[in-house]
């Protein structure tokens, strides 16, 4: 029979580690988005702050008071969110827990205005977290804006590498909008964190306009 000391010896073991585990969870902890230009997520918290929070709870969903946790596995386009669920990040690990974000039209979204040639870009980080890179999408000529998001509608435009540190608060990111890209397209800014296997996924609706090189 295992005496009182060991009783409370093995009971103080098993809060302590209960307390780490909560403590330190496996998931991420690192945040953010992407703020300009101003992602679906985060405009969805712009508009709850603008329409208040019945009316853009019902177009945007539960991200619009979290915008930074569009967090899904990361390994994209050959692994990730599903067709359909590209947007919302599967639900974002559950952490907004809806796929509002997923629904899909020519005109449900707010358009934000990009010109072809070069785009910069930059994320809002609210949490930081070790980085290996980013990488950076945009729909294909002649996609069809009302159907579900889906990575055969996307190519690559741009990577950008990181050396697996923390991101640097402010960066700019430089990508290029090819020139036969005009109208409403989508961009995909996808963040992969070094030492998990989640990344961040954040899809800006742009229109777009010809640039001084056309």
Request: aromatic fraction near 10%.
């Amino acid at each position: 029979m295992l005496s009182k000391k060991s009783v409370l010896t093995a009971a103080c073991l098993t809060l302590i580690s209960s307390i780490v585990f909560l403590t330190f969870p496996k998931e991420s902890h690192a945040h953010g988005y992407v703020s300009t230009p101003i992602s679906r997520g985060y405009q969805g918290q712009l508009h709850n702050r603008e329409w208040g929070w019945n009316a853009a709870h019902q177009v945007y969903g539960n991200v619009i008071s979290n915008p930074q946790s569009l967090e899904y596995r990361k390994g994209f386009p050959e692994a990730g969110p599903r067709d359909g669920r590209i947007a919302s990040a599967e639900g974002g690990l559950g952490q907004i827990n809806d796929f509002v974000l997923d629904n899909q039209d020519a005109d449900r979204w707010t358009k934000q205005s990009v010109k072809t040639g070069n785009l910069d870009l930059k994320w809002t980080y609210t949490a930081l977290h070790r980085t290996t890179k980013w990488h950076y999408y945009i729909t294909k000529p002649g996609w069809n804006p009302n159907e579900p998001l889906n990575r055969a509608s996307f190519e690559k435009i741009a990577e950008v590498s990181h050396d697996g540190t923390l991101p640097v608060v402010g960066d700019t990111h430089s990508i290029t909008i090819p020139e036969d890209r005009i109208g409403y397209h989508v961009i995909l800014a996808v963040w992969d964190i070094a030492d998990t296997q989640n990344a961040f996924y954040n899809v800006i609706d742009a229109n777009i306009t010809p640039g001084l090189g056309i």
